[in-house]
């Protein structure tokens, strides 16, 4: 009988925690827009991946102690490249990009990842289903509305004439697609906390030695309260709550389940961007990101039958 009754508080407490996963990682757009005000892209960036890496691996290091952190060297290379490729490649080009770009469409356009995913899966050897394919060719209509309406002013979400803007944003969505797409191809760690917080250090030192490459300049003193208050939620909240909150997720709820963050995150950044920082958008971009988050939704599903747990989780970045 205890067994019988134990699951309900354990899924009551899983959706609490898809509920954070929603909230958090869909403030992150605007949470970078706050940052970016005061705080060049690549050091913004770099130093909350280093303060979120080492605070996680010290949690780690008290929870499990050192073991987790053993890795062979084909794991290691996977660590290190999916470093390279999710936090430095997809989070420092958005961040770059969001200079030009509104928060909402950002995440509009990164919510392409599980496409680039299943044609990743394609070019690889896999068969996704037709009506997976279906889901991919809506997407790319949606992703040319967004993409092609052009630069409109604030309306549009871009600045002046900074056409390029939306292009970064998706150059950044294929990084972090193939950052996860090589995850489950290739060896990692056991520990998938130890995995993400080798991940973020890696990332963070790559975007740092990239930031003085560049001739990036910070001055403490210029930098607001707002956005020391939105580097530090980016750094220490979203790293630790919404990857823990993800986890536990993962772990308490059907997959097919969890994998609805990929289009709640983006209406939640839409949301905030308009409420809290008066961003607009004009009617065919709303067409193009509502188009988008149909073609998740269709691949989401067709997906779902034959999915097993482990592999529908990495398709969702």
């Known amino acids: 009988m205890d067994a019988a009754v134990s699951p309900r508080p354990t899924a009551a407490i899983a959706w609490v925690a ?29 130093a909350r991946f280093l303060v979120g890496g080492s605070l996680l691996g010290l949690v780690v290091l008290a929870v499990a102690g050192r073991k987790a952190f053993r890795m062979t060297w084909q794991q290691l290379g996977t660590t290190a490249l999916s470093g390279l490729l999710l936090p430095a490649w997809g989070n420092g080009l958005v961040t770059i990009a969001q200079q030009k770009v509104a928060s909402g469409l950002a995440a509009l356009l990164i919510a392409a990842v599980p496409l680039y995913i299943v044609v990743l899966r394609a070019l690889t050897g896999d068969r996704p289903r037709p009506a997976t394919l279906v889901g991919v060719g809506v997407g790319v209509t949606g992703l040319a509305i967004l993409v092609l309406t052009g630069p409109s002013g604030a309306s549009g979400g871009v600045q002046g004439s900074a056409w390029w803007g939306p292009w970064l944003v998706l150059l950044a969505g294929l990084g972090w697609a193939t950052g996860t797409f090589a995850t489950t191809r290739l060896p990692v760690p056991a520990n998938p906390f130890a995995l993400a917080a080798v991940q973020m250090f890696v990332g963070g030192a790559i975007l740092m030695s990239v930031s003085q490459a560049a001739g990036e300049r910070f001055d403490v003193g210029s930098v607001s309260v707002v956005a020391w208050w939105a580097w530090a939620y980016m750094a220490v909240v979203v790293s630790l709550a919404a990857f823990g909150a ?3 997720a993962l772990a308490s709820l059907p997959v097919s389940t969890v994998a609805t963050y990929a289009y709640v995150n983006p209406v939640i ?18 067409l193009g990101g509502a188009v988008v988050l149909l073609a998740v ?7 779902r039958p034959r ?8 398709s969702g970045a």
């Open 297 to 303: 939704v269709l691949v989401i599903a067709a997906e």
């Open 246 to 248: 993800y986890a536990f």
């Open 18 to 46: 898809l509920g954070v996963v929603y909230v958090l990682w869909g403030s992150t757009y605007l949470g970078i827009r706050l940052i970016l005000a005061d705080v060049p892209p690549l050091f913004a960036s770099g």
């Open 269 to 286: 950044a839409v949301l905030l961007g308009v409420v809290v920082a008066n961003e607009r958008f004009s009617a065919p971009q709303l």
């Open 307 to 314: 999915k097993r747990r482990g592999e529908l989780a990495a």
